[in-house]
């Protein structure tokens, strides 16, 4: 395995490929913070790593952000700008082996010169969790400062010691004029605009999707071919391969628009609702598996305000089963329409939520014997059914009788809200409530 240790950079007699024989994107890498583009908010002069900077020192931290928004660079540049020894790793490739051969020559480097280790550890939530552990006593220590980079929730990921250890700071997509700039930055370095019109020059900034690494590979790709008239967008988006969406059904990403489609439905707003569906299904989701949470949705927020909405996501799940892709994702779609547009309420949501607390907290109790069958002899004998009021032989079909176990006071679980169909439900409970009490009043 190669050696992943880096220590100090090696002498200048050593061979260097030339510039235009390295990748653009590495030509651009910056060479301060002050030309990183796009995290202005942490290298800035107020961000957390400027004032860590112009104070000299650096606490670990964990840099978290998407592919392509500068992680490495920072890191590289951070070492640089307090003077302290860099060292690299990379999680991928590394075991428990590497690390502790890096952490001796950080500790001799220390001893020997009194000069700290910022050890970089590139997408750190790869290491399971006793790699994780293992960096504990060293940055404790003071043996190396920690700076990791992962493009995935460090919630989620990474040690809970660790993360206590360590600031996260949160770099962000690149957004349209940070890819800009860097367009700018590799037309400079190569001498010659880009053979693009200014729409697709528009069109290949979008696709990067916030990755400046992305963007400066394609740049070079249109660069190599020597093209000889501009690519329109068309032209652009045939040449170029497409740029699929960053989603992993696994990983946060998919969380975070599966809580946006449904916060997007239960706020009522049908367009972003189908955006986030249309997001979730060009990037490859299951589409059983937003069905499902359709399906919940129509129970959850929904329930007994329509009743149709139930239906209609089983009508989609059905529609798609027979149908399948990409035919069937129309129904998936009418269905987040339906539930986008539907009126609103958790009533019964909350209300099985509290029936479940109560019969948790309640045991065994037994129901009322008027109300139990009495299937045997002994049964009748012991008073099983006696005294049932058939409701059916009541003129207005209610009897008003009590159903709940003796040891319990009657509980009001289902508060229908006024809204959609459970104006009508509330108008029935209300009419029952009333009956009861004229019942109860006649005995």
């Known amino acids: 395995m190669a050696d992943l240790f880096q220590a100090d950079p090696p002498p200048r007699a050593e061979a260097v490929a030339p510039p235009t024989a390295m990748p653009l994107a590495e030509r651009l890498r910056p060479t301060s913070l002050a030309e990183v583009i796009g995290q202005e908010h942490l290298t800035g002069p107020d961000g957390a790593i400027g ?18 928004t500068g992680k490495t660079s920072i890191a590289r540049l951070l070492a640089d700008a307090v003077g302290m020894r860099y060292a690299a790793v990379s999680a991928v490739f590394s075991g428990v082996a590497d ?13 020997l010169h009194g000069r700290p280790t910022l050890l970089f550890v590139d997408e750190i939530h790869r290491f399971n969790r006793a790699q994780q552990d293992g960096f504990l006593p060293y940055v404790e220590k003071g043996t190396v400062t920690l700076v990791g980079a992962t493009t995935e929730n460090p919630s989620f990921e990474l040690n809970a010691a660790l993360l206590s250890r360590a600031q996260v700071l949160i ?28 729409p697709a020059r528009e069109a290949l900034i979008a696709s990067a999707d916030g990755d400046g690494r992305f963007l400066l590979g394609q740049v070079e790709t249109l660069y190599t071919a020597s093209l000889m008239e501009p690519l329109g967008p068309a032209e652009l988006g045939q040449f170029l391969n497409r740029r699929v969406a960053v989603y992993d059904k696994d990983r946060e990403g998919h969380y975070n628009l599966i809580s946006a489609l449904h916060k997007s439905l239960r706020g009522s707003d049908p367009q972003a609702a189908l955006y986030y569906l249309a997001r979730m299904l ?28 139930l239906v209609q996501c089983l009508a989609a799940k059905d529609s798609y089963d027979f149908l399948g892709s990409p035919e069937g994702e ?25 029936a479940a607390a109560t019969a948790k907290a309640t045991g065994s109790l037994m129901p009322p014997a008027n109300i139990l069958n009495a299937p045997t002899k002994l049964m009748k004998e012991i008073g099983y059914g006696k005294g049932y009021a058939y409701d059916h032989d009541q003129a207005d079909g209610f009897s008003g009788a009590n159903y709940w176990p003796e040891e319990m006071q009657p509980q009001t679980f289902y508060r229908p809200v006024e809204r959609g169909f459970e104006r009508e439900i509330l108008k029935r409970l209300e009419w029952w409530e009333r009956k009861k009490r004229e019942r109860q009043d006649e005995r």
């Open 330 to 354: 129309l129904a998936i779609a009418q269905a987040c329409l339906y539930c986008a547009t539907a009126p609103k309420s958790n009533a019964g949501y909350v209300a099985w939520k509290a």
């Open 51 to 68: 004032r860590m900077v112009g104070a000299g020192r650096l606490s670990s931290m964990i840099l978290w952000g998407p592919p392509g």
């Open 282 to 309: 060009t990037a490859g989701e299951d589409p059983l598996y937003v069905l499902r949470r359709l399906v919940r949705f129509a129970s959850e927020d929904i329930g007994l305000a329509d009743p149709q909405a």
């Open 99 to 111: 690390l502790k051969r890096i952490f001796a020559e950080a500790e001799g480097a220390l001893t």
């Open 171 to 198: 770099l962000h997509r690149l957004s349209p004029e940070a890819l800009t700039t860097l367009l700018e930055r590799a037309e400079e370095a190569e001498g010659v605009p880009l053979p693009l019109t200014k």
